[in-house]
């Protein structure tokens, strides 16, 4: 029998996720069933059982990679110095998750924002998920810490501000920017950019005669 390539193995795992993702954004996760994917991924049960156990193994996996880009956007931005200025960065990372799966688009409305939503409301149910949710933004946050440090480093921003604050309130307007997307339509991560930088260049108001 010939042997599988990893690329094939790597190929159908994609294939398996991406599937999974769709279902779940467009019918939460307790309305889809496992027969639900394999239908839309058009894959026998042993097919898909040999990559994932169930449903809550395919949330855990999709959720940690989410997560992981993240983290690896930020872990290039904070080794260089300095650092792309915030407007930059956060519509980079917006733009690099987003776009990453052209798979993931379903009737003209991007699923990964749907999704997002999804998970933070089944974490306050599912503590496993809940679990691996707070490793992943434990692991981002401490990236967005470097980053602000490097930007006081380089006279950037404020050293007197703490650079925990500041990346909380980053990761926010980001996790922010994606809900307004689930809940309102797709937008351009450039907006949030622009937003980003009219609110960076804000100065003291100017006098009027």
């Given at each position: 029998?010939?042997?599988?390539?990893?690329?094939?193995l790597?190929?159908?795992r994609?294939?398996?996720?991406?599937g999974?993702?769709?279902?779940?954004?467009?019918?939460g996760?307790?309305?889809?069933?496992m027969?639900d994917v394999?239908?839309?991924?058009?894959?026998s049960?042993g097919?898909v059982?040999?990559?994932?156990?169930?449903?809550?193994e395919?949330?855990?996996?999709?959720?940690?990679?989410?997560?992981?880009?993240?983290?690896?956007?930020?872990?290039?931005?904070?080794?260089?110095?300095?650092?792309?200025?915030?407007?930059?960065l956060?519509?980079?990372?917006?733009?690099?998750?987003?776009?990453?799966?052209?798979?993931?688009?379903?009737?003209g409305?991007?699923?990964?924002?749907?999704l997002?939503?999804?998970v933070w409301t089944?974490?306050?149910r599912d503590a496993?998920?809940?679990?691996?949710?707070l490793?992943?933004?434990?692991?981002?946050r401490?990236?967005w810490?470097r980053?602000?440090?490097?930007y006081?480093d380089?006279?950037?921003m404020?050293?007197?501000?703490p650079?925990?604050?500041?990346a909380?309130?980053?990761?926010?307007?980001?996790?922010?920017f994606v809900?307004?997307?689930a809940?309102?339509g797709?937008t351009p991560?450039?907006?949030a950019?622009?937003g980003?930088r009219?609110?960076?260049?804000?100065?003291?108001?100017?006098?009027?005669s």
């Amino acid at each position: 029998m010939a042997r599988v390539s990893q690329e094939h193995l790597d190929a159908r795992r994609r294939q398996i996720l991406d599937g999974a993702a769709l279902c779940f954004a467009r019918n939460g996760f307790h309305a889809t069933s496992m027969q639900d994917v394999l239908k839309e991924v058009d894959l026998s049960a042993g097919a898909v059982y040999r990559y994932f156990s169930g449903k809550d193994e395919l949330i855990g996996a999709i959720v940690t990679e989410v997560l992981d880009e993240v983290s690896a956007t930020f872990e290039e931005a904070a080794r260089q110095s300095p650092p792309p200025p915030p407007d930059l960065l956060v519509g980079q990372v917006l733009e690099q998750v987003l776009g990453a799966r052209p798979a993931l688009v379903d009737d003209g409305a991007l699923a990964l924002p749907r999704l997002v939503v999804q998970v933070w409301t089944e974490t306050l149910r599912d503590a496993e998920l809940a679990a691996i949710l707070l490793r992943g933004y434990d692991k981002v946050r401490a990236v967005w810490v470097r980053v602000v440090e490097a930007y006081q480093d380089a006279g950037m921003m404020p050293a007197d501000v703490p650079a925990e604050s500041v990346a909380r309130t980053m990761i926010a307007l980001a996790q922010g920017f994606v809900a307004q997307m689930a809940l309102f339509g797709a937008t351009p991560a450039g907006v949030a950019q622009e937003g980003l930088r009219g609110l960076m260049s804000m100065g003291e108001p100017s006098s009027r005669s």
